[in-house]
């Protein structure tokens, strides 16, 4: 079960974040779109640097806590996934802040 403990940290900060879309109906996923055009640059920066710093050795991932799946240029699936859930869970965050205090005027 160790080689799923990066997966479950990422489902947690998702559970964490998630409640807010149905609760506050923040519209972050209704606009899945805009969503996309937010989270896909940031995802694609931030996979390459991490490349960039796995293959020169600046940065290792413990192969016992991700499931082992590795993409192109030794990514673990685990690290694209979290360049995904933690700008979500931002933006889940955001809104839902703005939400709130544009409810409370």
């Known amino acids: 079960m160790r080689h799923l ?4 940290v990422l489902l947690g900060c998702l ?3 998630g409640w807010l879309e149905p609760v506050l ?3 972050v996923l209704r606009q ?3 969503l996309l055009l ?7 920066a931030f996979s ?3 490349v960039a710093a796995l293959a020169a050795g600046h940065w290792s991932l413990d192969p ?3 499931t082992g799946l590795v993409l192109p240029g030794g990514l673990p699936l685990e690290e694209l996934l979290f360049f995904l859930a933690v700008p979500v869970c931002a933006v ?3 809104e839902a802040v703005r939400t709130v205090l544009r409810d409370e005027q």
């Open 5 to 8: 403990t990066y997966l479950a």
């Open 92 to 94: 889940l965050g955001f």
């Open 15 to 17: 559970a964490a974040a």
């Open 64 to 66: 016992r806590q991700t």
């Open 32 to 34: 899945w779109r805009r």
């Open 48 to 50: 390459l640097w991490d």
């Open 25 to 27: 109906r923040v519209g």
């Open 38 to 44: 937010t989270v896909l640059p940031v995802a694609l």
